[in-house]
Nanobody
Framework: QVQLVESGGGLVQPGGSLRLSCAAS????????MGWYRQAPGKQRELVAT???????NYPDSVKGRFTISRDNAKNTVYLQMNNLKPEDTAVYYC?????????WGQGTQVTVSS
């Protein structure tokens, strides 16, 4: 089982970009599917992106074409590249990992999109 630590969040203007990183401890990172989720005030946590050990990806319509998830198994790290950010992207972003289910979670990193 791995531990996850997110970084890269911050304040950005609408239309800007951020790259989030999720560093995983241990040496078994490559067997896990990885995901990014987000939760805004008053909202339920929602899926942002997933990536399988083999590199297959999935995105909801809300971020498709703007966000890209990737992984570097040699560095035990998963990334979320976020482009053309909108105010509605403002949320705490969480990294997750799992085999059958997403049962390992990071602490979250705040992303605020505002002018």
């Amino acid at each position: 089982q791995v531990q996850l630590v997110e970084s890269g969040g911050g304040l950005v203007q609408p239309g800007g970009s951020l790259r989030l990183s999720c560093a995983a401890s241990g040496s078994i990172f490559n067997i896990y599917a990885m995901g990014w989720y987000r939760q805004a005030p008053g909202k339920q946590r929602e899926l942002v992106a997933t990536i399988t050990p083999g590199g297959g990806t999935n995105y909801p319509d809300s971020v498709k074409g703007r966000f890209t998830i990737s992984r570097d198994n040699a560095k035990n790290t998963v990334y979320l590249q976020m482009n053309n950010l909108k105010p509605e992207d403002t949320a705490v972003y969480y990294c997750s990992a799992g085999r059958v289910t997403m049962d390992i979670w990071g602490q979250g990193t705040q992303v605020t999109v505002s002018s």
